[in-house]
């Protein structure tokens, strides 16, 4: 500045006249926001708590991460490091979004900052409104930036957890089990979509070709209901599994799921059909060349 600036602890500017370059703005607000920073920190977590945001977090843990969003925050306004901000709010990601925090709440937090931070600096320069405009004018693309920047962050962030998490659960409702050398089961529990019967031939396939298999059972007695476009894709999993060398045997058709696919025209021919899971594996075994004796009511081979 071409003239000194006296200011009172936290608000207005004493001064008739100044002149401020471009380079001076940013580190003389972002001086400000640091000095005045516990100040600031606490009004923000008032209007957080106000707003009813991040309730699912304790105390303790709001004052850690408003605390440490708060000095990111500055340090990006100073620095104008994007990269270092998408590190920052991806770490931040990660440990918010298991205790239940939502997208709007993280946009909501960073808009209350953005507002709290600015509200503050119109106090320290209201007095000279020139240079209250050329704060703004360097602070607002700034927090803008911050705020795009986090939100898209986050949202990247959770999409990831969820996919992983659906990758989690699609692996554990179709799971392809090792029965004995050469022998795979695939139960299926649950409604079949487009996406879950791809991924079904997908492990399928996987699991064949690592265990060698020679038969596979699939049991669809958990399963609801099958419509055209599975019913098509069970048809070219069993064409898929045949190539590979493996023989597919599909056990618990319902009553409902076998009117349907005759209702929808589907080669039958094409699949080898039992009735329930236990004549499935005794099928199999058939094929793998093994005996099936039974003794004392038991089955053994």
Do not use: C
Request: aromatic share 4%; no cysteine.
């Amino acid at each position: 500045m071409s003239e000194s600036i006296s200011t009172d602890p936290f608000g207005g500017l004493d001064t008739t006249s100044t002149a401020v370059t471009d380079e001076q703005l940013l580190p003389e607000l972002v001086a400000h926001l640091r000095e005045h920073r516990a100040k600031l920190r606490d009004e923000w977590a008032r209007r957080i708590q106000e707003a009813h945001l991040l309730e699912a977090m304790t105390a303790q843990e709001m004052a850690v991460e408003t605390t440490s969003v708060y000095d990111n925050y500055v340090e990006v306004l100073e620095t104008g490091s994007v990269e270092a901000l998408q590190q920052y709010a991806r770490d931040l990601s990660e440990r918010i979004i298991p205790r239940g925090v939502e997208t709007h709440e993280v946009v909501g937090i960073v808009l209350l900052l953005r507002d709290v931070l600015a509200r503050s600096l119109f106090e320290k320069y209201q007095r000279d409104f020139g240079l209250l405009n050329q704060i703004l004018d360097a602070y607002e693309p700034a927090a803008n930036r911050i705020a795009n920047t986090v939100a898209v962050s986050f949202v990247e962030e959770r999409e990831r957890v969820i996919r992983q998490q659906q990758d989690a659960l699609r692996e554990l409702s179709t799971p392809v089990l090792p029965v004995r050398e050469r022998l795979l089961i695939l139960p299926i529990i649950g409604v079949l979509d487009s996406e879950r019967a791809r991924q079904l031939t997908e492990q399928l396939l996987t699991g064949i070709r690592t265990h060698r298999a020679k038969v596979v059972v699939i049991d669809i007695t958990g399963a609801p209901e099958v419509d055209a476009v599975v019913a098509n894709h069970l048809v070219q999993t069993v064409d898929a599994s045949r190539l590979m060398g493996a023989s597919v045997i599909i056990t618990g058709l319902s009553p409902t799921i076998a009117q349907t696919l005759v209702t929808l025209g589907v080669d039958l021919s094409k699949m080898n059909t039992i009735g329930d899971l236990q004549g499935g594996l005794e099928e199999a075994e058939r094929l793998l060349g093994f005996t099936v004796t039974k003794e004392e009511g038991s089955s053994q081979l």
